[in-house]
């Protein structure tokens, strides 16, 4: 959008009455001593998210809907104005909703003899199923998965990590929103903004403390 005062591009979100939605799901999560070295942990989530009643002018656009009077999602006709068409979309899945997710992670830690060090690995792997950018359900994130691991050794004061993160090289969207792109050519096209994680990262830490 662009301010009417300075002519400057700024950004302004809106927001609108999504009618109601059916949100059902469950969640677990575990975690497990499976021994005096080893911590082992796991968790899942299912979600079913879908509008029950919304309509909506942006697909009606895109599916070039007719002017209709009757039916859950009639037009709206201004007087002398053109018509404003709107289409359900009951039944699609709600944005950034991924319907399952989970987490799997693995800790060791064990002494090293009598010498006052102590040796500890980890391991965490991690996955969410594709999130919608919109009420049609057209533009995705697609599933993403990751993998995160570190080991190391560390004793009173000091301590060393050689550590890994997102070791698969995941670059599937963190984020993404539908927004209007002001700088098109084209007046108000629409467009989504999404942010990317880091890709593969490697790295060795030392830390003393004193």
């Known amino acids: 959008m662009i301010q009417p005062t300075t002519g400057n591009p ?3 979100s809106l927001i609108s009455n999504a009618g109601s939605t059916d949100i059902r799901g469950l969640e677990i999560s575990l975690r497990l001593k ?17 509008f029950v009643d919304n309509c909506d002018n942006v697909f009606a656009q895109l599916t070039v809907a007719p002017v209709t009077l009757t039916g859950p999602c009639p037009s709206a006709v201004p007087p002398g104005g053109a018509a404003v068409n709107f289409v ?4 699609f899945i709600t944005p950034n909703a991924p319907e399952h997710t989970g987490s799997i992670g693995a800790e060791f830690h064990a ?5 006052g060090w102590e040796m500890f690995a980890r391991a965490d792997a991690s996955y969410q199923s594709e999130r919608f950018a919109e009420v049609y359900n057209h533009a995705s994130t ?4 990751r993998i995160d691991a570190r080991m190391g050794l560390k004793a009173e ?22 927004f209007i792109n ?8 629409r467009a989504f903004d999404m ?10 830490t030392a830390t003393y403390q004193f």
């Not at 359900?88 to 039944?91: C, D, E, F, N, T």
């Not at 550590?163 to 929103?177: E, I």
């Open 88 to 91: 359900s979309v009951a039944g």
């Open 111 to 115: 002494p090293l003899g009598s010498t």
């Open 142 to 145: 697609g599933d993403s998965s």
């Open 182 to 189: 002001g700088n098109a050519a084209f007046p108000l096209q």
């Open 195 to 204: 942010s990317f994680p880091n890709g593969r990262l490697l790295g060795l």
């Open 34 to 50: 499976a021994s005096k070295n080893w911590d082992l942990n796991m968790a899942y989530g299912h979600t079913k998210a879908k």
């Open 10 to 12: 700024t950004t302004v």
């Open 157 to 178: 004061q000091w301590s060393v990590t050689l550590w890994g993160r997102n070791l698969g090289d995941d670059r599937s969207p963190a984020a993404v929103r539908r």
